[in-house]
């Protein structure tokens, strides 16, 4: 009985923490994505930029900017960052009944991918045309440059509420799937405990180790504090408020045996997500002043 409850602990703890890695290492490759294809477009155009995991700092070199090149270059990162998403989802939907890690780091992908996404239109509710803003930035550009009204930015932001309550309704399914036993699913307090074990739990300190990683080295970068303070801040609200209408959902959710994947490989800690997950840190730490693209 000892050793069965010692193996129990085990596997929940191993599982979460495998979790924890793929939110991690998905949360930090996103948000610098977005930032650095935001760049490579920019140098299309001959603008050489420096790129930071929270933000970017273009060099005209005499070029001016137009409606075409702003809504092009700002406009690329969001959409990448949806295209990348819904790959992820993709592969997780074709891939899901094979029993790899992978598939639990596609799911992360996909979930923090549409909520970044998602989060450019708040973020563009506080930013538009407010040039000095911390929130001009990304969507909030293009749409200021292309004359966007106002009352258009917030009809867009009601549809953003109503599809992080689709995508939290639609959530919860996808995460039960992985689990090894029909027995950890089959009623909804077990739903319930088995959730945030492999989601809540991941989310919380997936989002605590990810920001202590990423919190600026220098006591005088108060821009990055800001900037931290803010954007990503609306990044984990939005991540948080799907994953949080997906706890709720679950009283509406029924798992038969022929819905779980069972994946045992989850049940025992994963060097290589915990590796990559180290690495992502790294390059952050590194490339904390920026990483120059020239033409």
Same mark, same amino acid.
């Given at each position: 009985? =000892?050793?069965?409850?010692? =193996? =129990? @602990?085990?596997?929940? %703890?191993?599982? &979460?923490?495998?979790? &924890?890695?793929?939110?991690?290492? %998905? $949360?930090?490759?996103? &948000?610098?994505? +977005?930032?650095?294809? &935001?760049?490579? !477009?920019?140098?299309?155009?001959?603008?050489?930029?420096?790129?930071?995991? $929270?933000? /970017?700092?273009? /060099?005209?070199?005499?070029?001016? @900017?137009?409606?075409?090149?702003?809504?092009?270059? *700002? !406009?690329?990162?969001?959409?990448? /960052?949806?295209?990348?998403?819904?790959?992820?989802?993709?592969?997780?939907?074709?891939?899901?009944? /094979?029993? !790899?890690? +992978?598939?639990?780091?596609?799911?992360?992908?996909?979930?923090?991918?549409?909520?970044?996404?998602?989060?450019?239109?708040?973020? %563009?509710?506080?930013? +538009? *045309?407010?040039?000095?803003?911390?929130?001009?930035?990304?969507?909030?550009?293009?749409? %200021? @440059?292309?004359?966007?009204?106002?009352?258009?930015?917030?009809?867009?932001?009601?549809?953003?509420? +109503?599809?992080?309550? $689709?995508?939290?309704?639609?959530?919860?399914?996808?995460?039960?799937?992985?689990?090894?036993?029909?027995?950890?699913?089959?009623?909804?307090?077990?739903?319930?405990?088995y959730f945030f074990e492999i989601a809540l739990v991941p989310y919380i300190m997936g989002s605590l180790v990810t920001i202590i990683a990423i919190f600026p080295k220098e006591i005088a970068a108060k821009n990055v504090l800001i900037l931290l303070a803010s954007t990503h801040l609306i990044y984990i609200v939005v991540v948080g408020a799907i994953l949080g209408i997906g706890w709720l959902s679950l009283s509406y959710i029924e798992m038969s045996k022929p819905d779980l994947v069972r994946y045992k490989s989850l049940q025992v800690?994963?060097?290589?997500?915990?590796?990559?997950?180290?690495?992502? @840190?790294? !390059?952050? *730490?590194?490339?904390?002043?920026?990483?120059?693209?020239?033409?």
């Open positions: 009985m =000892e050793r069965k409850h010692s =193996e =129990e @602990w085990q596997s929940r %703890a191993s599982r &979460t923490i495998n979790s &924890t890695a793929c939110f991690s290492l %998905a $949360y930090v490759l996103l &948000t610098y994505l +977005l930032w650095l294809i &935001t760049g490579v !477009t920019g140098m299309l155009y001959k603008f050489d930029s420096f790129v930071y995991y $929270y933000g /970017i700092k273009f /060099i005209l070199n005499d070029h001016a @900017w137009d409606k075409v090149k702003v809504a092009m270059v *700002y !406009t690329s990162g969001p959409a990448f /960052i949806l295209m990348l998403a819904f790959l992820a989802l993709l592969l997780f939907s074709r891939m899901k009944q /094979i029993r !790899t890690m +992978l598939n639990v780091f596609f799911l992360w992908i996909f979930i923090i991918g549409i909520s970044i996404f998602l989060s450019q239109f708040i973020i %563009a509710a506080f930013g +538009l *045309y407010n040039y000095n803003s911390i929130y001009y930035q990304g969507l909030a550009v293009s749409f %200021a @440059w292309l004359r966007t009204p106002v009352s258009v930015i917030y009809a867009l932001n009601v549809i953003v509420v +109503l599809l992080i309550v $689709y995508l939290g309704v639609n959530c919860a399914r996808p995460f039960l799937v992985f689990s090894f036993s029909f027995s950890k699913v089959n009623n909804l307090e077990r739903r319930r405990k800690p994963s060097v290589g997500a915990l590796l990559f997950m180290i690495i992502s @840190w790294a !390059t952050i *730490y590194i490339t904390f002043r920026g990483v120059y693209l020239s033409n």
